[in-house]
């Protein structure tokens, strides 16, 4: 019998030999290769803390012990241990997350999956505790990558203040976050793994400790794993320590007892400690250690025995921005790309092999990041900052306050805007387009399809004295939208072939072809509609207004928040014109999405084209006086093919 079968929870480690605990890690690698290879997920990432999170559970005693993960995305051995081993519909709706989530189970507790909080979260329970005489314990998992953010160290300043506070911090150092972990921290760190002559000393050590009898080899292992073992007679003084926290390590990742020593020693301590974990990522999976790129961080799905994906897709968006990226470098030496550990997943890798020296990679910190840019812009060179939409949230008083304000010439690239379904509340890219009408200057770029995203990103690196934000869905981009019109600086998708028509409908970015869609099945209800794709939805076009004033009714749809977003901008600017239409505003409601597919996440919040057609089809209907209660509108169906 499996012995990952056996294990219910975690105290079901406890009766396990050394023996028995490795044969599980083996079990354990093989079950994630099979299961993350059917359905996609991060494979890499937990590959590499099979050792280390058996150790964590087998020392502490969660939910007691609460055992916090940044940024989550390395939980899926946690979920074994604790319970859930029904991968079948990992992602998918009904199935699990694929981070921790409180809803799942009483072990989770941080859902969200932006790096570098859990040590700001670990100092407030650590804190709570203390102030309710807890005798529980506090670990917070952080992998090198998200020490890069400055969060962290700012966490870690409060939590070395408190000398007898218990909070144990393991380091997973694999040297990456996505791919290899760039700047002066993850420096450090290699140094500590790297140091000749301590590798040297170590090996000479060994020899002549083992070859003592009696006290040889527990002389060794104490010294090897202790803090102030042999690492510190020969490696740099760590900066852990300079801070004021004890340091263990560095500790192999892989070995269950030598982790487990340390843990137990860090457990006992009585205050804050550091310890440091050496971990391979896809470890055990020859295609993830041969993938350089970034070992199979994330993976689609894929051929267990090859890692080869099983179906290839069409051109995405990232890739058409990439691509679009290394023309504009050609033709223009000024333009220099920015990401935060992120330069692969938002397609910057090929500008990057092109133009190595124009690339900036600031670790999971998007804050510096957009202040790097802005220094950048004031000295004459036009930075691209290309961010996934969620994270850019982690940045905007330095959008408003260090970029806008100074009228810097920077463009962000918003990656995976608007529904993305699978990875949950904290990746939907459904914030941006509210937060950021709040900019003064600031020029925000929907583009609809491929083409637009190489026109418009050629529109805002022209923009010099103001910042540009262009952003994009996730996924294999469709076919065009040709345009049969303009309108101002708006492109015309769809004329009504009357000078009277009923519906104005705004089309923001990717949603064009479900508008297109929506005015076909407003056509069979005999309701007329032009539709336009504004392209640059902030500021509102001046053309919009007296085009509006043509219609009998506004309708806008938009791929964000309705709270602040492109349907309240266009209100807003009817308003000020003094334009009286009706307006009616589709897009995401106010609260978190569970994960799912993006089209069952669509059709979960009404953002379909029967939907809309639907409630569209109501309100022209009670403006013609037809129906006389809002249940009678509710009623309406438009026809179906």
Request: with cysteine; hydrophobic share 40%; charged share 25%.
């Amino acid at each position: 019998m499996p012995l990952l079968t056996r294990i219910r929870g975690p105290r079901d480690l406890d009766r396990l030999s050394l023996e028995d605990l490795d044969r599980l890690a083996e079990e354990i690698r093989n079950f994630l290769v099979d299961a993350v290879s059917k359905t996609g997920g991060h494979l890499g990432p937990n590959l590499g803390v099979v050792e280390l999170t058996i150790a964590l559970h087998r020392v502490f005693e969660s939910p007691k012990d609460k055992v916090l993960w940044d940024t989550g995305h390395q939980s899926y051995v946690h979920k074994l241990l604790t319970g859930r081993q029904d991968f079948s519909k990992l992602k998918m709706k009904g199935g699990l997350s694929g981070y921790p989530s409180q809803a799942e189970s009483e072990h989770d507790v941080i859902e969200n999956s932006h790096a570098s909080t859990v040590l700001g979260w670990a100092d407030g329970i650590a804190k709570a505790n203390e102030i309710l005489r807890r005798d529980s314990h506090v670990v917070a998992v952080i992998g090198d990558g998200a020490l890069t953010g400055g969060m962290a160290w700012e966490a870690l300043n409060n939590i070395a203040d408190a000398k007898d506070r218990p909070l144990v911090i393991v380091v997973n150092d694999n040297e990456r976050s996505y791919a290899p972990t760039i700047g002066g921290l993850a420096n450090h760190l290699a140094t500590l793994r790297t140091t000749d002559g301590y590798e040297r000393f170590l090996a000479r050590g060994k020899d002549l400790l083992e070859r003592t009898p009696v006290v040889g080899k527990p002389l060794f292992d104490t010294l090897h794993g202790a803090k102030k073992g042999l690492k510190d007679f020969i490696a740099p003084q760590g900066m852990f320590e300079d801070l004021g926290l004890k340091y263990v390590g560095p500790i192999d990742g892989h070995d269950i007892e030598a982790l487990e020593s340390a843990l137990a020693r860090a457990k006992r301590f009585g205050g804050p400690v550091i310890v440091h974990c050496l971990t391979e990522k896809g470890r055990g999976y020859q295609p993830a250690l041969q993938d350089e790129a970034d070992r199979f961080h994330a993976v689609g799905r894929i051929h267990p025995d090859t890692g080869l994906p099983i179906a290839s897709s069409g051109a995405d968006w990232t890739s058409v921005f990439g691509e679009e990226m290394v023309k504009l470098g050609e033709e223009r030496e000024d333009v220099v790309a920015i990401t935060a550990a992120m330069l692969q997943p938002v397609g910057l890798d090929r500008f990057a092999k092109r133009f190595p020296e124009r690339v900036y990679d600031v670790g999971i910190a998007e804050q510096h990041g957009a202040v790097s840019a802005a220094g950048l812009a004031h000295a004459g060179v036009h930075p691209v900052f290309a961010v996934y939409a969620t994270f850019l949230n982690r940045a905007f008083d330095q959008v408003l306050m260090d970029v806008a304000l100074h009228k810097c010439g920077v463009t962000f690239v918003l990656d995976r805007a608007g529904v993305t379904g699978t990875d949950g509340a904290s990746h939907n890219g459904m914030w941006d387009m509210s937060i950021l009408q709040v900019v003064p200057g600031l020029r925000l770029a929907a583009p609809r399809d491929a083409d637009q995203v190489r026109a418009q990103l050629r529109e805002a690196v022209a923009v010099d004295d103001a910042p540009t934000v262009v952003r994009f869905s996730k996924g294999a981009v469709g076919p065009a939208v040709p345009a049969v019109g303009r309108v101002g600086g708006m492109d015309v998708l769809r004329e009504p072939g009357t000078h009277t028509p009923d519906v104005l409908l705004v089309s923001v970015g990717a949603l064009a072809p479900m508008c297109l869609e929506i005015a076909g099945l407003l056509e069979k209800q005999g309701i007329t509609t032009t539709v336009v794709d504004p392209r640059w939805v902030k500021p509102v076009d001046e053309a919009m207004a007296p085009l509006a004033e043509r219609h009998r009714v506004v309708v806008t749809v938009e791929d964000n928040s309705r709270v602040g977003g492109v349907g309240s901008a266009v209100a807003q600017a009817l308003r000020d014109a003094g334009v009286d239409v009706p307006l009616r505003d589709f897009g995401i409601p106010p609260r978190f999405l569970d994960h799912a597919s993006r089209a069952e996440v669509m059709a979960e919040i009404g953002l379909t084209a029967p939907d809309i057609a639907r409630q569209v089809t109501g309100l022209v209907a009670k403006l013609d006086g037809k129906y006389g209660s809002a249940a009678e509108v509710d009623s309406v169906q438009p026809a179906r093919d």
